[in-house]
């Protein structure tokens, strides 16, 4: 009886490790996304100090997310 309370006890502490570890994946996660966020707008700001070369490189880029991001709000609007 004593081992059986020893075992429940045991795989209670697990469930709870086990709790906290999924917490803590989700937290990191959440980071991880925000992060890249921040990346890729670091990326675009970057895009403006850049030689003549490359700022003619990032303008091509910036319109065709535009042109993208126009097609997308007609599909919208039909």
Known sequence: MHLCDSLKEENAQIRR???Q???Q???MEASLKELSAKYENLKLAQGFSLS???RKTAKLRYTKLVREIDKCIA???E
């Open 17 to 19: 490790a086990v709790s």
């Open 21 to 23: 570890k999924e917490s």
């Open 25 to 27: 994946i989700l937290t």
């Open 52 to 54: 003549e070369e490359d």
């Open 75 to 77: 599909l919208l609007n």
